[in-house]
Each structure stands twice: as structure tokens, then as C-alpha cells.
Nanobody, 125 residues
Framework: QVQLVESGGGSVQAGGSLRLSCAASEGTFSSAMGWFRQAPGKEREFVAAINWNGGSTYLGDSVKGRFTISRDNAKNTVYLQMNTLRPEDTAVYYC???????????????????WGQGTQVTVSS
């Protein structure tokens, strides 16, 4: 069973930084990965994605220039570095993985097969 476990969420003031981590169970880390978020009362939205070897990344418009996605396959971990945080970044952040043979990233939520439990990020003004 594929498992994804997020960590690193918390509360921070506007302008601050957080780094989220997503640890994948062994054998699942050859696929593209992504981060999504869901704010209260809103639908889940795409944040960032990375291909299987980290060679290509893509960020959503609302986080470009502030967030960075990266991965360390030796540690089975993908990261989301979040800088210059804003109150509107407040949400539950979810890590997602595509099936093992899907090497290339996508922004489409429906194309991710595995999801973590989510980690809360709260940004105060």
C-alpha cells in the first residue's frame, strides 16, 4: 500500500517561511509528485508539481516566485519551500503521487493516484 506522510505545517506570520515535507513509502518514489491545497469553503487547488527526477517543475500562478518544489529520491521525500507567506496561503496542504509508471507531472488533481492526509498551514496577518 502506497503511503504519503506530510509534515512541516504550522502557524506563521505573513512574510514568514515554512518547508513542507512529504515522505513516500519505499517503492513509490519513481513517479511524478505534486502539492495541492484546500482552504476552508473552497475547492482543492493545484500548488506545485515535479517530475520523477526533479528535472522539471511547475508552480501555480498564485505561488510563483514564492514557493519552490524539490525532491530527494534517495530519501523518498518531496519538499515544498514556502517563502513570503500570505494570509491567503492558509489551507490544508496535501501531497500527491502519480502511479509508479507515470513519470511526468500534471496539474490535474484527478491524475494523482495517492494522497497524504494533509498538513495545516496557517498564516496570520
Amino acid at each position: 500500500q502506497v503511503q504519503l506522510v506530510e509534515s512541516g505545517g504550522g502557524s506563521v506570520q505573513a512574510g514568514g517561511s515554512l518547508r513542507l515535507s512529504c515522505a513516500a513509502s519505499e517503492g513509490t518514489f519513481s513517479s511524478a509528485m505534486g502539492w495541492f491545497r484546500q482552504a476552508p469553503g473552497k475547492e482543492r487547488e493545484f500548488v506545485a508539481a515535479i517530475n520523477w527526477n526533479g528535472g522539471s517543475t511547475y508552480l501555480g500562478d498564485s505561488v510563483k516566485g514564492r514557493f519552490t518544489i524539490s525532491r530527494d529520491n534517495a530519501k523518498n521525500t518531496v519538499y515544498l519551500q514556502m517563502n513570503t507567506l500570505r494570509p491567503e496561503d492558509t489551507a490544508v496542504y496535501y501531497c500527491a503521487a502519480r502511479a509508479a509508471w507515470e513519470l511526468y507531472m500534471t496539474t490535474e488533481e484527478s491524475k494523482y493516484d495517492y494522497w497524504g492526509q494533509g498538513t495545516q498551514v496557517t498564516v496570520s496577518s
